[in-house]
């Protein structure tokens, strides 16, 4: 990559590699002696993590279990194997459904900004079909929320017979029924994000700037020559990544695009194929804010980890990670050992 990881913040000068050895060590030294006078800043989990966004199913899976999220980054080897399964099938469910709509094309990227050149194109490329009146899937959507920026994929946006804008996600799911209430909640969460990011798109709020600045990329950097390429058979010429973020914005804004009307939820079953029920769900602004800011305060180290709360403790039973889950060991010492403030509704 073309990024430092994390730059230090000794605040030495960058000439370390010229001192001879002895100076180093001293220069170490001083460094731990003056830390027990001024500690350094923890590292909130967003850089710890090497974060410069999330993606919305991070706040979604959250929402089931925060520890278990955490788990699932850090000991991802200890998933259960079907469950890897289930997300690998619903992959290939979603990518068939992308191809039924659109081709699949192989460009070759050069640079961090080429990456996300790709995601702003395939976002470009759907808009004009969208103001037809047209049906688009695995539409990316990008935004801020508390500061902190968030990208998602919509599965699929259509109009309604009624011409509402609806948003339509589809879960494939291993058993032949529907899910629990706490499924569903987390699948809403998920939703009301989506909509929440997108509605600021279309109105103007995700200036180019938002992107760069966030993201760390450069609107200077030239494309590579395969993204040029096929940005011009979807008809657009752009020379510098910071074009395509212009024409991003002013497409969003100058479409007339309106804010999504409707949220649904379509679970099928994923063996036989067929369709388990349809939920369409409420979308409640302040509830969604308020609930992302709770979450966002944990990727922002403003508060420690979270597991499940008793009323929960059922989630723990088919959780992969529940023989080495400090939360539930500390849950089963006494409601006294737990730290960090009651998790909020
Ligand atoms: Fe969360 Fe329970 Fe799993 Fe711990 S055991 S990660 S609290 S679901």
Known sequence: GDQALQ???SGKPNSSSDLPL????????EDSAAGKVKRKRAQTPLE????????????STQSWCEQQMVYGRELPQLQAPETVVLLNTGKSIHLARELEVHDVVRVHVTSREDSWAIKILNLLSVIPELQAGGCVRELPVFGVIEDVFLMGVIDELCYSAMGELELRELKTRGR?????GAQKKRDYFQVCLYKYIFDAMVQGKLKPDVITSHIQLRPEQPLGSQIREHAQKVGFTVTCFGDLLELMYLNLTLSDIPGIDCLKIEYSHQESNTLLGT??????????REKAQHYLAYWKGQREVQGVEIEEAWKCQSCSYSEICDWRKKRAE?????????KSK
């Open 7 to 9: 730059p230090g913040d």
């Open 22 to 29: 002895e100076s180093l060590k001293k220069v170490l030294t």
């Open 48 to 59: 710890k993590y090497y974060l410069k966004y999330l993606c919305v199913t991070d706040l």
């Open 176 to 180: 032949p029924f529907m899910p629990s």
């Open 279 to 288: 939920e369409v769900v409420r979308f409640e602004e302040e509830k969604v």
């Open 334 to 342: 006494g409601p006294e050992q737990r730290s960090g403030p009651k």
